[in-house]
T-cell receptor, first 112, second 114 residues
Framework: AQSVTQPDIHITVSEGASLELRCNYS??????LFWYVQSPGQGLQLLLK??????LVQGIKGFEAEFKRSQSSFNLRKPSVHWSDAAEYFC??????????FGTGTQLKVEL | NAGVTQTPKFQVLKTGQSMTLQCAQD?????MSWYRQDPGMGLRLIHY???????DQGEVPNGYNVSRSTTEDFPLRLLSAAPSQTSVYFC?????????????FGPGTRLTVL
């Protein structure tokens, strides 16, 4: 069975500080991995995705993520957080067929 | 393209009532899915479809029915609503396989069952 763990339920950072959101996965084959962001009352927006190749993936809004097979991780990073980045972030694992397995989300708060 | 659209945005039902959540996409995507989002639980797959006339169950299918008569539409039916079905529902679609294996989400329907 495939699963995704986001160990941090809430994270607070100061504006301008760096950010790292953790994501660990369990899957028996090469995973497809995604990070989505959800602003309050909105749907999910895709930030970035990893399918294969370069393990450092660039996304929108200045986000990047690094796939580390040895650690079963796909952590999301941003060098300098903006107040508008406050939202909930979901890591997701794409397995066979149409199945996307989501983590429980990390709520990001940005202090001004 | 409008992408994935969902109606209604908000709905309040009484226990035992039935209703249909509508989902449509104009991207000619073969795959469509319904998820529910509950606090602290992320998104969970309810039902999905890999093409017109083909549907299958996801993680939490009980209490929900779906059908896929056209490529564009994938309605979700609640036959007899229960308070446990209070949630935010998201519809998603994607192309088949390869580097386009990315789901596009609708804006969601917030359902409250009293």
């Amino acid at each position: 069975a495939q699963s995704v763990t986001q160990p941090d339920i809430h994270i607070t950072v100061s504006e301008g500080a760096s950010l790292e959101l953790r994501c660990n996965y369990s899957y028996g084959a090469t995973p497809y991995l995604f990070w989505y962001v959800q602003s309050p009352g909105q749907g999910l927006q895709l930030l970035l995705k990893y399918f294969s190749g370069d393990t450092l993936v660039q996304g929108i809004k200045g986000f990047e993520a690094e796939f580390k097979r040895s650690q079963s991780s796909f952590n999301l990073r941003k060098p300098s957080v903006h107040w508008s980045d406050a939202a909930e972030y979901f890591c997701a694992l794409g397995g066979g067929g149409n199945k996307l397995t989501f983590g429980t989300g990390t709520q990001l708060k940005v202090e001004l | 393209n409008a992408g994935v659209t969902q109606t209604p945005k908000f709905q309040v039902l009484k226990t035992g009532q039935s209703m249909t959540l509508q989902c449509a996409q104009d991207m000619n995507h073969e795959y469509m899915s319904w998820y529910r989002q509950d606090p602290g639980m992320g998104l969970r797959l309810i039902h999905y479809s890999v093409g017109a006339g083909i549907t299958d169950q996801g993680e939490v299918p009980n209490g929900y029915n779906v059908s896929r008569s056209t490529t564009e539409d994938f309605p979700l039916r609640l036959l007899s609503a229960a308070p446990s079905q209070t949630s935010v529902y998201f519809c998603a679609s994607r192309e088949r396989g390869g580097s386009t294996d990315t789901q596009y989400f609708g804006p969601g329907t917030r359902l409250t069952v009293l």
